[in-house]
């Protein structure tokens, strides 16, 4: 009788096993992949793009670098290639580099079943989810003139999909229709009249771009009743189905006491006079640094030492001082901010 001996039967069951876990693994994997794209789609579509993106490019580049270097031995030091003795150091770099194309063509196919799971998941619950995901989605973002808030705002609206305000253009354009109805800046009743009538359709508005027009602003907004005819419209923005951002001076502090997210942009006054007169130059505008930056302090000295709703940071807002920050840099700042809080507080 034939008999196997206990190493026989060992190797041939660990032959048997490595030849099944070689078989599985890959689908183990790509199942798990599967999965996690389903769920991570679930819980926030905007990071599962981004993590669909990130993937499919760094699967990519890995197939790509790997295959020049890998054509690079084809075309110039086959003998690599074909076992014939080569340098080791040309060896150790080829084997890197089929195996970065493995890594490359498995991640490359990860994202694939990766997305396939975001696809599944948006097919089984449906848009509504996805719009009930970014609803009441409200962002506050504050701070002083000439900080970034601004284009922040716009890019964050964008990246999210939900409107912005620029709240600056309301006070803007309170002090444009004061001064057009003949009023003084300081002359509450005036202002708060116009206040109370004003036409948001009129908000782009040429004119109510630049500092001269914002520092007209500033002084309106030190109106008590003109801060409260402003507050419903900038309430109800907020308010929309789809979420909002807005910008502005007391948008986590007043108007928007329960955002989702206050994050609060600031910069050194010395860099935000230096990119004002920038501006001023590309305008053409004789104008000296040292003048804007007065007007950038007299500023901040009236919008943040007013009585009501004075500029400053909400206590859970959170500060990016974009000083030394480019707008992308911010851009990123803010996002990482956002899907913390979001991440901390996902939406029911
Ligand atoms: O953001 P901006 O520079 O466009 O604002 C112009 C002025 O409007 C600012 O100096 C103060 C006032 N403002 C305010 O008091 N509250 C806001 N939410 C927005 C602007």
Redesign the pocket.
């Known amino acids: 009788m034939n008999s196997l001996t206990f190493e026989q039967c060992l190797s041939d069951f660990q032959g048997e096993c490595f030849r099944s876990v070689d078989f599985l693994t890959p689908f183990v994997l790509l199942a798990v992949l599967f999965g996690v794209g389903l769920w991570s789609s679930w819980r926030n579509r905007q990071a599962f793009r981004r993590a669909r993106r990130h993937g499919f490019i760094a699967g990519f580049a890995l197939l790509l670098s790997a295959a020049v270097t890998m054509g690079w031995f084809y075309l110039f030091d086959p003998g690599t290639i074909h076992g014939v003795e080569t340098p080791p150091l040309s060896q150790a770099i080829f084997v890197t580099a089929a195996t970065a194309f493995g890594a490359g063509l498995f991640l490359t196919v990860g994202s694939a079943f990766y997305a396939l799971g975001g696809a599944v998941a948006k097919s089984i619950w449906g848009k509504a989810h996805y719009r009930g995901l970014t609803r009441g989605l409200v962002i506050a973002i504050?701070g002083p003139?000439a900080s970034g808030?601004?284009t922040l705002a716009k890019k964050v609206a964008a990246h999210f999909g939900i409107p912005c305000l620029?709240?600056?253009?309301?006070?803007?354009a309170v002090a444009r229709d004061t001064a057009a109805s003949g009023g003084a800046l300081d002359d509450a009743a005036a202002a708060v009249k116009a206040a109370r009538s004003l036409d948001p359709a009129t908000l782009d508005d040429h004119s109510l771009r630049g500092p001269a027009a914002?520092?007209a602003?500033?002084v309106v907004?030190k109106i008590p009743d003109v801060?409260a005819a402003l507050l419903e419209f900038q309430r109800a923005f907020a308010h929309r189905p789809g979420g909002a951002v807005l910008?502005?001076?007391?948008?986590g502090t007043v108007?928007c006491p329960d955002a989702d997210v206050k994050l609060f942009v600031t910069a050194s006054a010395e860099e935000r006079a230096r990119r004002r007169h920038l501006e001023h130059q590309g305008r053409g505008e004789a104008v000296s640094y040292d003048q804007v930056l007065a007007d950038i302090r007299a500023?901040d000295a009236?919008?943040s030492g007013r009585d009501i709703?004075p500029?400053g940071a909400a206590a859970d807002a959170v500060t990016i001082d974009t000083t030394t920050l480019g707008p992308e840099a911010a851009f990123d700042a803010a996002l990482k901010v956002i899907e913390q809080k979001r991440r901390a507080a996902p939406p029911s």
């Open positions: 504050d003139a808030k601004g620029d709240t600056g253009l309301l006070y803007r914002g520092d602003a500033s907004a801060r910008d502005g001076r007391d948008i108007v500023r009236r919008d709703a500029m």
